[in-house]
């Protein structure tokens, strides 16, 4: 975290100061004002203005820093890449107790994302969505259950009877319905409560 105090005139003029030397616009910092300043009586006893300028660190950096902390009691040489584009933070994990990461469905690597998107969003004035992955698990399950969708709606024509799901996270059952919706012959909706929602496949 870059921090820097700067005097001047004005606070006005002490905060370009700074801001020019660590080439950061206004709003990628906080300003303490630790002294106001004063023109004095007639030059006399003037007072310069002082400011603490600090860099706000940025989403990524929040991010990374807090799943290291999290990170170095199950794999401290875990290594994380990151990139944000259009308020849309990625983060990759690559780690060789990865499948520890992931848990059952995914569901350790959706907490970790749920603990990360709270941290990032406490310390940044725009809402930032956090998706994190480990071993590109987000893009197999994805495949995973497109193809489990359609097998499952075969079943359901063939046997004409609706089939039931196993519980699942609302991104999950989200791709089950998307992977249907094209689907002319059947239907999906989703019964029971957090965390055993389930997905039934119907015909129309």
Do not use: W
């Not at 004002?33 to 706000?56: D, Y």
């Not at 930032?128 to 698990?137: G, K, Q, T």
């Not at 029971?192 to 119907?202: A, F, H, L, N």
Request: glycine fraction near 4%; charge should be positive.
């Amino acid at each position: 975290m870059k921090v820097l105090e700067k005097q001047a005139k004005t606070v006005d003029e002490a905060v370009k100061l700074a801001l020019d030397e660590l080439r950061v616009s206004r709003d990628e910092v906080e300003v303490d004002v630790l002294e106001e300043g004063n023109k004095g009586i007639l030059g006399f006893l003037s007072k310069s203005a002082k400011v603490r300028v600090t860099v706000k660190p940025r989403p990524e950096e929040i991010a990374v820093n807090f799943l290291k902390g999290l990170l170095n009691f199950i794999d401290s040489n875990a290594e994380i890449k990151s990139s944000l584009e259009d308020d849309i933070l990625k983060l990759e994990i690559e780690s060789k107790d990865a499948g520890i990461l992931i848990g059952k469905h995914g569901s350790n690597l959706d907490a970790l994302q749920y603990l990360t998107s709270l941290v990032v969003n406490k310390n940044c004035k725009d809402f930032v969505r956090v998706v994190l992955d480990a071993e590109n698990y987000r893009e197999k399950r994805e495949d995973t259950l497109e193809r489990l969708a359609v097998k499952m709606a075969e079943k359901v024509k063939e046997t004409q009877k609706s089939i039931v799901l196993e519980p699942m996270y609302p991104n999950e059952r989200r791709i089950i319905h998307t992977a249907l919706q094209k689907d002319r012959r059947v239907t999906t909706k989703s019964i029971g409560k957090e965390p055993y929602r389930r997905i039934v496949i119907s015909l129309r």
